[in-house]
């Protein structure tokens, strides 16, 4: 894809018109959001406010068709630029992407427009086996809408949050594609929270745990997952091994819990550990 952001970053009417187009498309948001997200890093946020308001127009027409995504994703992966281009870490980055993307949760962007209501009459009506589950949490004292309510903006919004990395990383291959080659994956292969990052990330927990905020909860472990990945990413980097490692790695992370939280734990012991500094001296 590396041409076509060639062909973007030749001005400000190629990206604005890529942008628009790659966001009618209802599944191509993510190509929208990366574009704007390419200009950011490259230009700033100034000059690149006409490509973002060039996508913010039809994903802001999806908003109002009951789909939020594609528009939080765009304002998502804009503040994680701009906070990229400005402090060059990733680990900043993310934070700063998930204390947003937890008040996104928190103000009801990603409930459907009508409340979580219909929605469970719907269910309600179409499974017997559904209607009598919602009965028995009401009977135990479980506000059915509440867990509703948060259940679908604590997905949506973690959706949104790890498609907002995934548009950046892209974004940020592209431009050391163009401007930097190699410059992305040595950047990504460093990426290792520091102590004081760490803490933030529980205090950001406890905090959410404290105040009722369970957007922060969630949120506040994307930054160490991410931190996993890229763990994985070094350590294989340094021993030169094979690209399907990579494969088989993200095949296991995709389809089962315990690997999602090995890396976890592996990106939270690295704080302490330095695997890849570890590897690199002893090679």
């Known amino acids: 894809m590396l041409p076509l952001a060639r062909w973007v970053m030749r001005g400000t ?3 604005a018109g890529a942008a ?8 191509l948001f993510w190509l929208s959001a990366a574009i704007a997200s390419l200009v950011t890093l490259r230009r700033g946020l100034a000059p690149a406010m006409p490509v973002i308001i060039a996508a913010a127009l039809p994903t ?6 009951g789909d939020s995504i594609p528009l939080a994703t765009l304002l998502l992966v804009t503040l994680m630029a701009v906070v990229l281009r400005a402090r060059r870490r990733w680990s900043e980055t993310l934070i700063v992407g998930a204390l947003a993307a937890a008040v996104m949760v928190q103000l009801g962007v990603f409930l459907p427009p009508g409340g979580v209501d ?15 589950m919602l009965d ?14 948060l259940l679908i903006g604590g997905i949506t919004g973690l959706i949104v949050m ?12 592209w431009q050391a594609g163009l401007y930097n080659p190699g410059g992305f994956r040595s950047e990504f292969h460093g990426l290792r929270l520091t102590r004081r990052e760490l803490l933030g990330l529980f205090a950001m927990a406890i905090v959410g745990g404290l105040v009722t905020w369970p957007a922060l909860v969630f949120m506040s472990w994307v930054p160490l997952l991410i931190g996993g990945i890229a763990l994985i990413h070094g350590l294989i980097g340094l021993k030169g091994m094979n690209g399907l490692w990579l494969v088989a ?11 999602i939280l090995i890396v976890l734990l ?6 302490f550990a330095d695997f890849r500094g570890r590897l690199a001296r002893s090679q």
Request: with cysteine.
């Open 118 to 132: 219909p929605l469970l009459e719907t269910l309600r009506q179409s499974s017997p086996e559904f209607a009598r």
């Open 13 to 15: 009417p190629h990206a």
């Open 162 to 173: 790890l498609a907002s990395v995934a548009c950046l990383a892209l974004a940020r291959s």
């Open 249 to 259: 790695f993200y095949a296991l992370l995709l389809t089962t819990w315990p690997m």
């Open 60 to 65: 802001g027409w999806w908003w109002t068709r």
């Open 136 to 149: 028995e949490l009401a009977a135990q004292g479980v506000s059915t809408e509440r867990l509703a309510t």
């Open 20 to 27: 628009a187009a790659a966001a009618l498309v209802p599944w």
């Open 266 to 271: 592996l990106g939270l012991v690295d704080t």
